[in-house]
């Protein structure tokens, strides 16, 4: 068996062994139990039978689980997961685990993708037990939205999780991690809502940059992509929806709100675990 092959067995069995001990945990549970009952709930409550902009039944259930995720899935990846690596280290765990023949590529990317599958899966599962019931209850079931806001929360808990990944490599404690992910969470948050640039534009600054710089804000991107796809004018975002709509069109921006994402969180997980493989982190 080749070098390769060796490290792809190692980080399987890691990435097992990783998401068989998330899924014996309490919290995993709790978290699962969170968003199907959320989902309940929304039924329960006739969400499906209220209507908005035009949206009715499951369509107006699945922005409204958009809109809840948004608030509930950034804060809890990124505090849930960077405690990850700095976490092992101050345990004693890393140190044990790379005693053994486990190398540091193998052991970074299989916490990052179970991770992944143990944030991700119970938000997907709760999504897509909606659209059943939804079928049971005979209502009209959104395929095409369902499967575009199922890429859009996995691209926010891809991007979330590298840059957690990233602050766990890189921070020397968990308070400090935990710390540095609390304030860019409410770094992000804080210029969220593009119509707050108003105040920008007082400055005498050309809407154009100020509106793409907005747009850089990954959360600014989550909140516009689920809008466009459930109000293709834009209707609540005001003037600003003309110049989103005219200078990049309904597709491309789709496209952009699924790659910006994936390619920002993606240079923040390859930067942590360059930083996890070249400095002593034990």
Excluded: C
């Excluded at 499906?48 to 035009?54: D, K, M, N, Y």
């Excluded at 948004?70 to 092992?88: C, K, N, W």
């Excluded at 930067?271 to 070249?278: D, E, P």
């Amino acid at each position: 068996m080749n070098t390769r092959a060796k490290k792809r067995n190692t980080l399987i069995q890691i990435l097992k062994t990783d998401i068989r001990q998330h899924v014996r945990s309490k919290s995993f549970w709790i978290y699962s139990a969170l968003f199907a009952g959320f989902v309940a709930v929304m039924f329960a409550t006739g969400i499906t039978e209220s209507q908005v902009v035009g949206f009715v039944g499951l369509s107006r259930l699945m922005i409204t689980f958009m809109q809840v995720s948004m608030v509930i899935l950034p804060i809890y990846v990124l505090i849930s997961t960077v405690r990850s690596l700095v976490g092992d280290r101050e345990n004693g765990v890393l140190e044990y685990l790379l005693s053994l023949p486990v190398s540091f590529s193998s052991y970074y990317w299989a916490k990052f993708f179970s991770r992944f599958f143990v944030i991700y899966v119970p938000v997907f599962l709760a999504f897509l037990g909606a659209a059943l019931w939804g079928l049971v209850k005979k209502l009209d079931v959104p395929w095409d939205l369902f499967v575009l806001y199922s890429a859009l929360l996995a691209v926010m808990v891809f991007f979330f999780l590298g840059l957690s990944m990233y602050l766990s490599a890189v921070s020397k404690s968990q308070e400090m991690a935990v710390s540095t992910a609390f304030i860019i969470w409410l770094f992000l948050v804080a210029f969220m809502d593009i119509l707050l640039i108003g105040i920008l534009l007082k400055w005498r600054v050309s809407p154009e940059p100020v509106i793409w710089t907005a747009l850089l804000n990954p959360l600014q991107v989550f909140r516009t992509g689920s809008l466009i796809l459930f109000d293709p004018k834009l209707t609540v975002l005001g003037p600003v929806s003309y110049y989103i709509l005219d200078t990049v069109g309904r597709p491309a921006f789709i496209a952009y709100s699924l790659i910006y994402p994936v390619v920002t969180g993606g240079l923040f997980a390859w930067l942590g675990h360059r930083y996890f493989k070249n400095h002593d982190v034990v």
